[in-house]
Each structure stands twice: as C-alpha cells, then as structure tokens.
C-alpha cells in the first residue's frame, strides 16, 4: 500500500461502517416505537359476573361503566406499566382495580399494536347498594389475573396525542361471601353476597405519547454531524 493511501485507511472505514449503518438507522429511526411512555385515561362499558345473589345465584349490575387511567412504557417491543380503573356506583356495588401490567408492543406506522397480562387486586365496596341500611365488614379485596388487546393511533402523524380502543378481560382468583342490611320501618332484611367471576369489556381511550430515540439512533446521528 502506498504512502498516500495510509492516512486515508481509518477515513475509508469510517465511511463503510457508515455505509452499513445508514440503512439501518433509517430503518429503526421509521421506528417511533422504539422507546417511549404512554399516558392515557379512558372510557367503556364492562359485563361483570364477579357480585352474584348467595340464595338465587342472580348477578348483581351484570352491564356496568367503567372508567380508568393506564400508563405504559416500552424498550423495543417489551412494554411495562400500571392501571387503575374503576365502576361507579351512586348507591353502591363500586368496583376499583389496582394492576401491574406487562407485555408486548409493536408499532406499525402511526399505529400501536399492545398484548398485555395484567395482575393486581380488586376491592368490593358497598355490595348490594343498601342506602337504609348498615354494611357488615370492611370492604373486600381479591386479587386478579387478565389480559389486555389494544391498539392506539398517533395524531396528528408527528403529533403527541393518541386515540385507541381496547378489549379487557380478568378473572378474580379468590372468592368471598359479604353481606348487608336492609332496615325499613325497624325492620332488618339481610343479604348475602359471593364474590369472584370475571369481567370483560371495551373501552376508548385518549391521551398522550412521549417518545424517547434509541441509542443507537443517537450514536448513528452523533457520527454523522461528526462527518458533517
């Protein structure tokens, strides 16, 4: 190798690696997904079969509303978060759940695709709606296994905000039995209550998308303004 061409070894490397790499950075950067953190509250509608009647076996609010709020990062495709939702309820039987979520994400385009295992617990208050009448026992919770199939879109394209729909199912993994009282002219009506069943549901959901860019991205990005 002559002289001239010496200086010129560790510039030719350089600019293969860049070969190399440029297509890749393009390919990953298209890639929005790569790391990133998901806030967002939202709305829907559940059949809950988890309250049932101890003498008759009747459901109590099988169709309910359920409201909640989930915030979820990723790193590549492995996605971690946590949610709360609950149902209200003006006269009682409300529902709260506390869970962990944990699973895998894939964005393609300006869409986001998530299939989450969701675990955590699951409290009963006020079972049975008696406005006249005395609670017996504190409020009950069980704990909980279900899954999460969601999607979520950016808008604009390069915009933070997202709107997605989702489908939930859980499944309490204990049981219990509560009971209230009803009092009306002096006279005292108790009922009893089993706990445990599962839920499932569909909710809409609005809120914000917080990208962070892959290091390789930035490092690729770095060797480029260096260049340049």
Do not use: K
Not at 174 to 198: C, F, M, P
């Amino acid at each position: 190798m002559s002289p001239a061409r010496g200086p010129c070894r560790p510039l030719l490397a350089a600019l293969a690696v860049i070969g190399v790499a440029g297509p890749i950075s393009t390919a990953r950067a298209d890639d929005s997904a790569d790391r990133g953190i998901s806030l967002s509250a939202w709305v829907g509608g559940a059949l809950d079969r988890s309250v049932t009647a101890a003498g008759s076996g009747r459901r109590l609010n099988e169709a309910v509303p359920i409201v909640g709020a989930t915030g979820v990062g990723n790193i590549e495709r492995v996605a971690i978060g946590g949610s709360v939702d609950a149902t209200p309820a003006a006269l009682g039987n409300a529902r709260l759940a506390l869970g962990a979520l944990l699973g895998y994400e894939r964005q393609i385009g300006r869409t986001r695709f998530h299939v989450l295992g969701e675990a955590g617990g699951h409290r009963f208050s006020d079972v049975g709606g008696a406005p006249l009448g005395p609670r017996l026992g504190p409020d009950t919770w069980l704990p909980y296994a279900g899954v999460r199939i969601g999607a979520a879109r950016t808008v604009p394209a390069h915009g933070f905000l997202e709107l997605g729909l989702c489908l939930f199912g859980r499944y309490d993994l204990g049981r219990a039995t509560v009971a209230n009282v009803t009092s009306l002219d002096g006279e005292g009506t108790r009922s009893d209550y089993r706990l445990g069943g599962l839920m499932t549901g569909v909710a809409v959901q609005l809120g914000m998308r917080l990208d962070s860019p892959h290091p390789w991205n930035q490092g690729v990005q770095q060797v480029h303004e260096v260049l340049e």
